[in-house]
């Protein structure tokens, strides 16, 4: 079965900061791979995903994420940090049927002015 | 086009009493899930419905039971609520076998006492 692990719970950078979060997943077979992002109080937002082709993926808010198959990782990078992206960012994989996916247990992102 | 709409936003039972959690998309999605949210826990999946007419269990199940009741609503039921189900419950779309990408309602915040 897959699963995922987002090592850090919570991760604080200062405005204008680069970023990168990490997720490490485990799954047999190739991957489909997501980032979600909750802000508070609302529900989740697709940041970007990864299903084949070119393992750096542009997602929206000028977020990007790369898939690194060796290292079983894909981890969301954004170069500068506003203190709008403050919020709690989910990894997720998906399963080979039935559209079901697993989360990580997301890292709250907090940001410094 | 209204997405994925759950009803109701926040909800308090006592323990014991029973409730329906009702969520509706409108975006001729096939699949359809619910979620729990618990702080430091990430989303966990209650169960799942890949199309009209078939359910199946995620990772948290008991205590809970589903109806896919047409393509468009998926309802949830706590027959016997107990405190340990407080929590944010969401539901989630998705629309083509395969796509994986999936839309999430507001969520229902449920406190069971």
């Known amino acids: 079965a897959q699963s995922v692990t987002q090592p850090d719970i919570h991760i604080t950078v200062s405005e204008g900061a680069s970023l990168e979060l990490r997720c490490n997943y485990s799954?047999?077979?190739?991957?489909?791979l997501f980032w979600y992002v909750q802000s508070p109080g609302q529900g989740l937002q697709l940041l970007l995903k990864?299903?084949?082709?070119?393992?750096l993926v542009q997602g929206i808010k000028g977020f990007e994420a790369e898939f690194k198959r060796s290292q079983s990782s894909f981890n969301l990078r954004k170069p500068s940090v506003h203190w709008s992206d403050a919020a709690e960012y989910f990894c997720a994989v998906g399963a080979d049927r039935d559209d079901k996916i697993i989360f990580g247990k997301g890292t709250r992102l907090h940001i410094l002015p | 086009n209204a997405g994925v709409t759950q009803t109701p936003k926040f909800q308090v039972l006592k323990t014991g009493q029973s409730m329906t959690l009702q969520c509706a998309q409108d975006?001729?999605?096939?699949?359809m899930y619910w979620y729990r949210q618990d702080p430091g826990m990430g989303l966990r999946l209650i169960y799942y419905s890949a199309s009209e007419g078939t359910t199946d269990k995620g990772e948290v199940p008991n205590g809970y039971n589903v109806s896919r009741l047409n393509k468009r609503e998926f309802s949830l039921r706590l027959e016997s609520a107990a405190p340990s189900q407080t929590s944010v419950y969401f539901c989630?779309?998705?629309?083509?076998?395969?796509?994986?990408?999936?839309?999430f309602g507001p969520g229902t915040r449920l406190t069971v006492t």
């Open positions: 799954y047999g077979a190739t991957p489909y």
């Open positions: 990864y299903f084949s082709g070119d393992t």
């Open positions: 989630a779309s998705c629309g083509r076998q395969g796509n994986y990408e999936q839309y």
């Open positions: 975006m001729n999605h096939n699949s």
